[in-house]
T-cell receptor, first 117, second 111 residues
């Protein structure tokens, strides 16, 4: 069964360092998302991406964050200068169609746990 | 702004019981609602997706209902098993926003 894959599963970094989290969405999906979950808190939307550009972003997604689809398969989230409060599980998700469509089901990866020291 | 709540926050039941998890949302203008399962330290597994025009969806022992006008959804699990132990999240897709998640219900099914 097709799945969303994420790497690394866990990354530990020092405050101020740059981090890149990688995702391979399901191959025929067109819409890509990043969510995050701080330990013990709700899953929060960060950004959505379609047709090689950001379609929506939350207030969390400030200038420290960026996303890219560098080739036909990968989708990356970059955090330029990590802060302690960036420690969280970051989830990549994809959907075949826009979420307003009848088949707008979200499929999530296993997540990348980021620990900022 | 859409708010999603889930009751109860945690639930512990003996194996074999039927149970109901509740999800409430404040704005009925939604495209769809999706139920997920999350195992500790793991990703989110999609269980059921209900479109705004639908009343319910079924998959195996799971049945999800949607009452959009009252802002409620329930997830019914029949004949619970220890393997059902996980956190169950509901998420709604409001008009003009991305998915908004509830805090989850942590379910323990005791053998």
């Amino acid at each position: 069964e097709p799945e969303v894959t994420q790497t690394p599963s866990h990354q530990v970094t020092q405050m101020g360092q740059e981090v890149i989290l990688r995702c391979v969405p399901i191959s025929n999906h067109l819409y890509f998302y990043w969510y995050r979950q701080i330990l013990g808190q709700k899953v929060e939307f960060l950004v959505s991406f379609y047709n090689n550009e950001i379609s929506e972003k939350s207030e969390i997604f400030d200038d420290q964050f960026s996303v890219e689809r560098p080739d036909g398969s990968n989708f990356t989230l970059k955090i330029r200068s990590t802060k302690l409060e960036d420690s969280a599980m970051y989830f990549c998700a994809s959907s075949a169609t826009g979420l307003a469509a009848l088949t707008g089901e979200l499929f999530f990866g296993e997540g990348s746990r980021l620990t900022v020291l | 702004k859409q708010e999603v709540t889930q009751i109860p926050a945690a639930l512990s039941v003996p194996e074999g019981e039927n149970l109901v998890l509740n999800c409430s949302f404040t704005d009925s203008a939604i495209y769809n609602l999706q139920w997920f399962r999350q195992d500790p330290g793991k990703g989110l597994t999609s269980l059921l997706l209900i479109q705004s025009s639908q009343r319910e969806q079924t998959s195996g022992r799971l049945n999800a209902s949607l009452d959009k006008s009252s802002g409620r959804s329930t997830l019914y699990i029949a004949a619970s098993q220890p393997g059902d132990s996980a956190t169950y999240l509901c998420a709604v897709r409001p008009h003009g926003q991305n998915f908004v998640f509830g805090p989850g219900t942590r379910l323990s099914v005791l053998p």
